[in-house]
């Protein structure tokens, strides 16, 4: 046996599509589109979500709610979260980056979730009220950015 007498198995090589290219192609004259419509056209065809004429189900639901452009989101951290770092040590949104507890993006924000036992000085653009009582009962600082 040679290399040249390999084949691949039967039916498991299939024709490519070869369409518009005339009678020989076996799928000449109106290249499997039809005749006639809109979709035969070339850039014929409906949008999305267009139901042929029906109030597509889009304008039928109900608008919900109601997104603010302004609000600002924050990433958040728990008081308890900072237990990991040193007694004395300043805590910055860096930090808690590194220690993977922010995503870097947003700022980060406090809250007042569990309790504080080392005394840090804790650097971030928002507290919570609860946040700061519990930092300041354990000896240690906030400062907003």
């Known amino acids: 046996m040679k290399m040249t007498d390999l084949k691949p198995a039967r039916g498991a ?3 490519r599509k070869i369409v518009g290219k005339g009678p020989g192609s076996g799928h000449g004259k109106t290249a499997t589109r039809g005749s006639k419509g809109q979709n ?3 850039g014929g065809g409906v ?4 139901e042929g004429g029906q109030t597509p189900i889009y304008r039928k639901i109900p608008i919900r709610g109601f ?3 302004d609000k600002t989101m924050f990433d958040v951290v728990n008081v308890d979260q900072l ?3 040193e007694n004395g040590s ?10 993977g507890f922010v995503g870097g993006s947003d700022p980060v924000k406090i809250l007042g979730n ?3 036992k080392n005394k840090l000085t804790v650097k971030a653009h928002a507290f919570s009220a609860s946040a700061v009582e519990k930092i300041k009962a354990a000896g240690g600082t906030t400062e907003v950015l």
């Open 13 to 15: 090589v299939k024709r």
């Open 40 to 42: 035969s056209r070339t």
């Open 47 to 50: 949008r999305p979500g267009f």
């Open 67 to 69: 997104k603010s452009i």
């Open 83 to 85: 237990s990991i770092f």
């Open 90 to 99: 300043t805590v910055t949104p860096g930090d808690l980056k590194k220690k």
């Open 114 to 116: 569990g309790e504080l």
